[in-house]
């Protein structure tokens, strides 16, 4: 139940974004925080920092026209969402996936509005992408993509003005051939005004581990504050791509053990633990399905088709795939084989009703604009290096960015305690990232 100041301004909200139903929801999770900082902060309703807040700065829709392997055309809908830019110029990933929609690219850039803000870093929020699958296309085609994506994008994009990132089905090699084309377009070699790219030419140390290894890292802070630690528990992680990948490889260099993790046709149970360097050339190489893992793992690990990578204890759950994936049912199963806490990897992987059950069982939950900003705070870092032509060691940024992670813990933490919420990382996530924001938009005057 949200309060009833804030239930007005969310149903006006529904009304002038119908059809949106994954933005609607994250919307409603941010309002379910804010009744007791309207009380302590009249100022920010008074101004109308929330509506304000729900109301993206910039909506951009453009085509992109490209053609195939085969001579034939095809037309896809491209989006860039700059939600808002109060703390610094827009940043925030693209994302390629026939399942795209503006609802889509807007709930990841509000989410991406308060993540940024609690890195602490001068970024403010921003998403984009497209309804093109690049599945089962040739390299030559997504590059001719890519490049037809970019020919429309370089007029909204700049390092002072916004930063786009790597999301779904975007990886280094698209960061590649998207940076390249903004190259020539522009004439400059402008390296800050994208992130995720090569060693190389610019790119960070860790920024393909960083999301990953942010996500174990939060986890382990949320075990600390009870005494405990990822050192000997045991792990479920959702997905097989790069999140998954290297929450695995840090969980496992605390202690941990993670014996199951899914791809979008199955799951792998590893009880040895999932061997890294295997599941890493069998998505990252060569991009084969988990059935190839376990044929190379040996009689080590069984691979399924039916059933859920949640219905194995654990200790731990790493959701790492894709939005509303953990489901009441599988909080169930979850909470009954006696797992204590919950990191989401991904972007609001947790349904209302998933969350609600942790939330009555006691179990730490780590929520994805927290949990997962590591891999943001790492392309801000990257930004840091282009822009006064650096490179960093491996060791120095994974450094910083386990100092940031612990920070953004301690910022949840304490302030879901002062605002009477104590322990609950969600409503802690959500306040300072608000108020954060808030603030900077009530200074800024009525913009």
Not at 18 to 39: I, K, M, N, R
Not at 54 to 64: G, K, S, T, Y
């Amino acid at each position: 139940m949200l309060d009833p100041k804030l239930e007005t301004i969310f149903d006006d909200v529904v009304r002038r974004n119908p059809g949106e139903t994954e933005f609607h929801q994250t919307v409603a999770e941010v309002f379910d925080a804010l009744g007791p900082v309207l009380e302590r902060h009249p100022e920010l309703a008074e101004q109308k920092a929330i509506q304000r807040i729900c109301e993206p700065e910039r909506q951009i829709i453009f085509r992109v026209p490209w053609q195939d392997d085969q001579g034939q055309t095809h037309i896809n809908r491209g989006f860039r969402v700059e939600f808002n830019s109060a703390l610094g110029p827009f940043k925030g990933g693209l994302r390629f996936h026939p399942t795209v929609y503006l609802g889509t690219i807007k709930f990841l850039g509000f989410e991406q509005v308060f993540k940024n803000a609690l890195t602490g870093l001068p970024i403010g929020g921003a998403k984009g992408g497209a309804d093109f699958d690049p599945k089962g296309r040739s390299a030559n085609e997504v590059m001719r993509f890519c490049q037809s994506f970019m020919l429309e994008l370089y007029r909204h994009i700049g390092e002072y003005t916004d930063i786009p990132a790597g999301d779904i089905g975007v990886g280094a090699r698209e960061i590649g051939w998207l940076f390249g084309q903004y190259k020539r377009i522009t004439n400059r070699y402008e390296s800050a005004v994208i992130t995720g790219k090569g060693i190389d030419w610019g790119g960070a140390l860790v920024r393909k581990e960083a999301t990953g290894y942010g996500t174990a890292f939060f986890v382990d802070e949320m075990l600390r504050v009870r005494g405990e630690s990822l050192d000997g528990k045991t792990c479920v992680v959702s997905g097989a791509g790069n999140v998954a990948i290297y929450a695995i490889e840090k969980v496992a260099q605390l202690g941990g053990t993670v014996v199951a993790c899914s791809d979008s046709t199955g799951f792998v149970v590893d009880r040895k633990g999932i061997d890294v360097e295997i599941l890493k050339q069998v998505k990252e190489v060569e991009r084969l399905r988990l059935d190839a893992y376990a044929e190379r793992r040996g009689g080590d690990a069984l691979y399924s088709t039916s059933g859920s990578v949640w219905s194995i204890p654990c200790d731990v759950a790493l959701p790492c795939a894709t939005e509303n994936e953990l489901r009441s049912d599988a909080a169930k199963m979850l909470i009954e084989n006696g797992c204590t806490a919950v990191a989401e990897g991904a972007n609001m992987p947790t349904t209302p009703s998933a969350l609600k059950l942790f939330r009555e069982a006691g179990v730490a939950f780590g929520p994805g604009k927290a949990a997962n900003a590591g891999g943001v705070a790492t392309s801000a870092l990257e930004m840091q290096q282009n822009a006064s032509r650096d490179s960093w060691s491996f060791e120095y940024t994974e450094e910083r960015l386990a100092g940031i992670m612990m920070e953004i813990h301690r910022r949840c933490y304490e302030t879901a305690e002062l605002y009477g919420a104590s322990g609950d990382y969600v409503k802690g996530a959500n306040i300072a990232g608000f108020l954060k924001v808030g603030r900077a938009m009530n200074a800024l005057g009525l913009v």
